[in-house]
């Protein structure tokens, strides 16, 4: 089991926006970047948020990422078919020393 | 654009040992301050972080397979390679290689594929 715990499941209508969770302790998001991954299905991840906030070029702003604390949260507005995924939070956890992916999200557009 | 495909057998026996190469183009696996790596996912599962590797050989890896894992790097083959000892069934998994920015704790960039591997006698 992952010491990052996010939400199993969110769903929002089209043009809507959500967020997902993505908590953990002082160990790793408490005192390392979070990063975040998109996985469309069959497919690989693919990074969209680096260093708690920032976008890898191409990626829209639609995508946004904040953290406070031992928490992290992944914004999607204007939220597209297309955007039906998994999505995982990832940090570094100095205890384990070892890097720790979150139990994943799966965004479902109604 | 650096870049980076997996390759090696789709089925194992049990109690074997599971090896996978990942060949890196666009660029050198040894000219640059990134970190290489292997994260898999087992059928319907999340991802799970194996171990990384820097071109001078320093490696890392998850202590949960740290006894079974090997990660090793030949740079004048632009390649890095997986060795996992000793599979079960719980070893079936999607491997990935993958790049990391600058360092253990940062971002992974860029993926390869992926490669089924099943473990089965």
């Known amino acids: 089991q992952s010491v990052l715990t996010q939400p199993p499941s969110v769903s929002a209508a089209p043009g809507q926006r959500v967020t997902i969770s993505c908590s953990g302790s002082?160990?790793?998001?408490?005192?390392?970047?979070v990063s975040w991954y998109q996985q469309l299905p069959g497919t690989a991840p693919n990074l969209l948020i680096y260093n708690n906030n920032w976008r890898p070029s191409g990626i829209p702003d639609r995508f946004s990422g904040s953290k406070s604390g031992t928490s992290a949260t992944l914004g999607i507005t204007g939220l597209q078919t297309g955007d039906e995924a998994d999505y995982y939070c990832g940090t570094w956890d100095s205890s384990l020393s070892a890097y720790v992916f979150g139990t994943g999200t799966t965004v479902s557009v109604l | 654009q650096l870049q980076q495909h997996e390759s090696g057998p789709g089925l194992v026996k049990p109690s074997e040992t599971l090896s996978l190469t990942c060949t890196v183009s666009?660029?050198?696996?040894?000219?640059?301050?990134?970190?290489w790596g292997w994260v898999r996912q087992a059928p319907g599962k999340g991802l799970e972080w194996i171990g990384s590797?820097?071109?001078?050989?320093?490696?890392y890896y998850n202590p949960s397979l740290k006894s079974r894992v090997t990660i090793s790097v030949d740079t004048s083959k632009n390649h890095f390679s997986l060795k996992l000892d000793s599979v079960t069934a719980a070893d079936t998994a999607i491997y990935y290689c993958?790049?990391?920015?600058?360092?253990?704790?940062?971002?992974?960039?860029?993926w390869g594929q992926g490669t089924l591997v099943t473990v089965s006698s």
């Open positions: 002082s160990s790793n998001i408490g005192n390392n970047y």
């Open positions: 666009g660029g050198s696996i040894g000219n640059n301050p990134y970190y």
């Open positions: 993958a790049r990391q920015d600058s360092g253990l704790s940062s971002s992974w960039p860029s």
């Open positions: 590797m820097y071109h001078g050989g320093d490696t």
